[in-house]
């Protein structure tokens, strides 16, 4: 069975600030497009971005911008594609939902990364989180006959706490890109203790808590540096918080090769978010064989076995967060079980199986779609 689907997403992976829902979307729709089925995206316009392109076969039709995608997009699938006929559409709920199921004529399939609930509010201005938070509301209203396909445990828990019936939620964990995320001994691990925190620069993330705990880390662990890659809305902030703070220091975005080689040399990868859907960079920190420390939160909780690929600190409890990054980083035979544990953890999630599994879901809804 071949299908053609359509999918919305706010972002595509060619736009400045794509990240890990984006990447996560893409990896499964190129697959798709690999394995003979047509897939056509429909996300939000940016400076440069040219009106339609093709990225690894998936076309690519963008309009409007990060503030009205929602209603852009809707209007695009009525204007641009009203001919055309799909036999499944895709909708990735990141940030504000599109509410698909109010006006495609297809079956819905919604992938879930992560739902902000209450934390949007500790992210953005008050007004906007109000939006986000009345949006996400309504989805179990909305999407009731839907299929939902999360890409945790931690992410189901959620949208079966919001009402969602457990029956309708599949999990579909991610995966790893292991031809570029691997271990490789001509890299060594940096001379100094190093924390390295890896994404976008947001305050929900947390990267806050870790500058401040690293003047206590370093009282135990001398010379001990945070290094913070990526950039974000919240990175002025946060350097201007981070003057006079003996270790810190800000790299900005990096180009992949360098990323990795960070990921490698880094003694740590952490993340002290307030809330995730997985914590792609954790694994691959992982996969890279780098032992991670992190918040025990939804969806950090998922992308860290605690005591076996890191240790995991409870969320807002600052002395907890800088023992768990002394121990690591002061107790070598600790840290060297803990990357053992990490790689082998970090192999055992593919794109080939997310991908494999995700389509298994999308062509079950279809195929019920069309008997309908």
């Not at 893409?26 to 339609?52: K, M």
Request: proline share 6%; glycine share 8%.
């Amino acid at each position: 069975m071949r299908v053609r689907v359509l999918a919305f997403n706010w972002r595509d992976p060619e736009h400045p600030e794509a990240g890990g829902a984006e990447l996560h979307l893409h990896e499964i729709l190129r697959r798709f497009v690999r394995d003979g089925h047509e897939v056509t995206q429909l996300a939000s316009g940016f400076a440069g971005g040219a009106p339609e392109t093709a990225i690894d076969g998936v076309q690519v039709v963008r309009r409007g911008r990060w503030f009205d995608a929602n209603w852009a997009l809707r209007r695009a699938y009525a204007r641009d594609l009203g001919q055309r006929s799909f036999d499944l559409v895709i909708e990735d709920i990141n940030k504000v939902p599109f509410f698909t199921p109010t006006f495609v004529r297809e079956p819905v399939l919604a992938v879930v990364p992560h739902l902000f609930g209450t934390a949007v509010f500790s992210e953005a201005p008050w007004a906007l989180a109000a939006y986000v938070y009345a949006h996400e509301r309504w989805i179990p209203r909305v999407y009731r006959r839907v299929d939902f396909l999360a890409i945790s445990d931690s992410t189901r828990d959620d949208l079966v706490a919001r009402g969602i019936p457990a029956a309708q939620v599949t999990v579909v964990p991610v995966g790893v890109d292991h031809a570029t995320f691997h271990p490789d001994p001509r890299v060594a691990k940096h001379p100094k203790p190093l924390i390295l925190h890896l994404g976008r620069i947001r305050k929900y993330k947390g990267i806050q808590d870790l500058i401040a705990a690293l003047p206590a880390v370093r009282a135990r662990v001398p010379d001990t540096e945070l290094w913070v890659v990526g950039s974000g809305p919240y990175q002025s902030p946060l350097e201007r918080g981070a003057r006079g703070v003996a270790g810190v220091r800000f790299l900005g975005r990096r180009p992949l090769s360098e990323v990795v080689d960070l990921l490698r040399a880094a003694w740590v990868v952490a993340s002290a978010s307030v809330k995730e859907g997985w914590g792609l960079t954790i694994l691959e920190g992982n996969a890279c064989g780098t032992a991670a420390v992190a918040t025990r939160v939804p969806g950090l909780v998922d992308a860290v076995l605690d005591g076996e690929t890191g240790l995991l600190a409870p969320h807002g409890d600052p002395p907890a967060m800088v023992e768990a990054l002394v121990r690591v980083l002061s107790d070598s035979e600790l840290r060297a079980r803990l990357e053992r544990g990490a790689i082998a953890y970090a192999r055992t999630f593919t794109w080939d199986r997310t991908a494999a599994e995700a389509l298994a879901l999308s062509l079950e809804v279809a195929a019920r779609g069309r008997r309908r």
